[in-house]
């Protein structure tokens, strides 16, 4: 029976370092960044969000993307927002950027058509990015959550395509609180306190 060299255990005890690694990785990430929402805390509740004066009102739907440049999570919807701004900015759908404050970042050039917004009324009170609002025709606010469940955003798991869809055909939708289990990043200081509310499945489109 041939005796392993040094260079063969040497390979397996690198290998096996690697290995480790990448559980501890993964592990971190999953503990900090993929969390399950508690069923007793409305994590995502929309009721003290509203636009700004001069967006309020009748007009086009209106997307608001909440995002913190620090967060990793944003590399998971990227592609899906530059895949909703190709499809629906040309139908009409407006959509604008609140960036967490207190940070430094710009969004990648190819989500350009976002326009940025200083702030809006009550954004001080989101738990947890990134995250959407969506505001119909007549002004009011029809969904405020998550873009989708799981770790990473797409087309085939997202809440938003079906919500634009239904506001574009003139249907109602009221999903202001959500729960959902996703990648997120903690948007509020540690001390800020978070408005409670009760919680509603993702989307309730009629």
Known sequence: MPVPTFKTLLACLLTLICAVGLWVAYDWFQGRYIRAFSDQTALFAGDVLSLPAELSGPGPIRVVHFWDPACPCNVGNQQHLTELLAHYVPLGVEFYSVQKPGTQGQLPATLGAIKP????????????????????????????????????????????EPILQALSEGRPVKATHTMAVGCYCPWPKPSLSLPKASIKTPTEIN
């Open 117 to 160: 917004l200083a702030s809006l009324p009550g954004a001080e009170h989101l738990s947890a990015s990134p995250a959407v609002a969506i505001w119909d025709h007549s002004g009011q606010l029809a969904y405020f959550g998550p873009y989708s469940e799981g770790a990473t955003c797409n087309a085939s798991n997202s809440f938003i």
